[in-house]
């Protein structure tokens, strides 16, 4: 079966830094991904991984560890405007997109 | 501008109809998909269609058809066999030709069950 699982919900401080972690169980792999939603939107792109390690885009980041079956996404400097949930998503050996349940983060001042 | 148009926004059904929602891409993509989104839930994958004239289903493809007759359209048919519609439904595409090609949303659609 597949299999994608990440908390229901964070909170942090504004400035702060938060790590939204995701690990999965899929028949095959071909990537990893992780989207933006703010409610009543759709999700928006924020990054890919394929092979293991870190990719860095501005104030996130996203990791991944292929053995592990676990990927993390990390905030920095969290603002005020990152309060929205944070899809996983997993395509495995055909072109579909698996998601997550979502994380719901929380930013506060 | 290149993207994808889903419409209508907000859709209301009575019971026992048929409702079609549109979606359309400019972007040239070989592969579009349909989500369906529960409040506070993720996105449940319903039909996806790879190439023009052929789609498979997705988890959750009971109560709704779907057709793709040209490669920039992929109209969604939710039936009066889907007992529980009322969700936030959305269209998606990406070009499949290399696994890391990202997937790209429509603004969605509402349907609510009157």
């Known amino acids: 079966g597949q299999n994608i699982d990440q908390p229901t919900e964070m909170t942090a401080t504004e400035g702060a830094i938060v790590q939204i972690n995701c690990t999965y169980q899929?028949?095959?792999?071909?990537?990893l991904f992780w989207y933006q939603q703010h409610a009543g939107e759709a999700p928006t792109f924020l990054s890919y991984?394929?092979?293991?390690g870190l990719e860095e885009k501005g104030r996130f980041s996203s990791f991944l560890s292929r053995s592990k079956g676990y990927s993390y996404l990390l905030l920095k400097e969290l603002q005020m405007k990152d309060s929205a949930s944070y899809l996983c998503?997993?395509?495995?050996?055909?072109?579909?997109?698996?998601f997550g349940t979502g994380t719901l983060l929380a930013v506060q001042p | 501008d290149g993207g994808i148009t889903q419409s209508p926004k907000y859709l209301f059904r009575k019971e026992g109809q048929n409702v079609t929602l549109s979606c359309e891409q400019n972007l040239n993509h070989d592969a579009m998909y349909w989500y369906r989104q529960d409040p506070g839930q993720g996105l449940r994958l319903i039909y996806y269609s790879q190439i023009v004239n052929d789609f498979q289903k997705g988890d959750i493809a009971e109560g709704y058809s779907v057709s793709r007759e040209k490669k920039e359209s992929f109209p969604l048919t939710v039936t009066s066999a889907q007992k529980n519609p009322t969700a936030f439904y959305l269209c998606?595409?990406?070009?499949?030709?290399?696994?890391?090609?990202?997937?790209?949303f429509g603004e969605g659609s509402w349907l609510t069950v009157v």
């Open positions: 899929t028949s095959g792999f071909n990537g």
């Open positions: 991984n394929v092979l293991d």
């Open positions: 998503a997993v395509k495995g050996a055909t072109n579909k997109l698996i």
């Open positions: 998606a595409s990406n070009q499949q030709l290399s696994s890391g090609n990202t997937i790209y």
